[in-house]
């Protein structure tokens, strides 16, 4: 779905191409001269010509009409541009370039590197999370914990900052351990709970609730925080 959105939008004029090229040309494995031989095919196109020949091509750049012919043979082989056969309404028949091949590669290339761009910052969250965890507790973890917390990202697909926050209330709660953070991660599954700022008010709603509402007359107590007992949920 995703690369058939970009696709359309690029066909529809809603993302500017030859920026796109300028940039990402040698991950295609494309030279200088095939780069600006696709941006005058394009020039082309854009302009209604949608079968320029080597000689109009080569008039524009540095090359012969012989080395032009054979780049452009490279390309149709490479499977960036094709040479499509088109039909008028009355009948009659002519040939025309095709860029989709070459929008085709692009898209593929920008949707590899966002999987990768995204892998990349899953293994880095995944890594700040063990670091997280290992500070609080004050020890490596066991190889249990790290199951247990790779269940939570992996099985139960608790983000790692949805997890960093049950940690964070299990040591305010002064209930240090994985049995009491999996707790709190069900109760904010079971809840609805995908954001830090959804956690942050219900543990908010919950002290609110339970605050003393007042003192006894003539007795003083030092104020206390209340946290949610989860185990016992």
């Given at each position: ?150 269940m939570w990202m992996d099985d139960d697909h608790h983000d790692p900052i949805i997890i960093k926050a049950a940690l964070r209330e299990a040591v305010m709660s002064g209930k240090l351990n994985f049995r009491y953070i999996d707790r ?50």
């Amino acid at each position: 779905m995703m690369k058939t959105n970009l696709l359309a939008w690029i066909q529809e004029g809603n993302i500017t191409i030859p920026t796109i090229l300028f940039s990402e040309y040698r991950n295609l494995n494309l030279n200088e001269y095939e780069l600006v031989l696709l941006l005058n095919i394009l020039t082309f196109l854009e302009k209604g010509h949608e079968f320029p020949t080597p000689d109009e091509l080569s008039a524009r750049m540095t090359i012969s009409i012989s080395e032009c012919n054979d780049m452009l043979r490279r390309l149709i082989q490479r499977g960036f541009i094709e040479i499509t056969d088109e039909c008028t309404n009355e009948g009659i028949r002519y040939e025309k370039y095709s860029v989709i091949p070459l929008w085709e590669r692009l898209v593929e290339h920008f949707l590899k590197n966002n999987k990768n761009t995204k892998e990349t910052d899953k293994q880095e969250d995944e890594t700040d999370l063990y670091t997280c965890f290992e500070k609080e507790f004050g020890r490596p973890l066991s190889p249990f914990e790290c199951e247990s917390l790779a269940m939570w990202m992996d099985d139960d697909h608790h983000d790692p900052i949805i997890i960093k926050a049950a940690l964070r209330e299990a040591v305010m709660s002064g209930k240090l351990n994985f049995r009491y953070i999996d707790r709190i991660l069900f109760d904010w599954k079971k809840s609805g709970i995908k954001t830090i700022e959804q956690a942050k008010t219900h543990g908010l709603k919950f002290r609110q609730k339970q605050t003393p509402k007042g003192n006894v007359k003539g007795e003083t107590h030092q104020p206390t925080v209340p946290f949610y007992n989860w185990l016992e949920q």
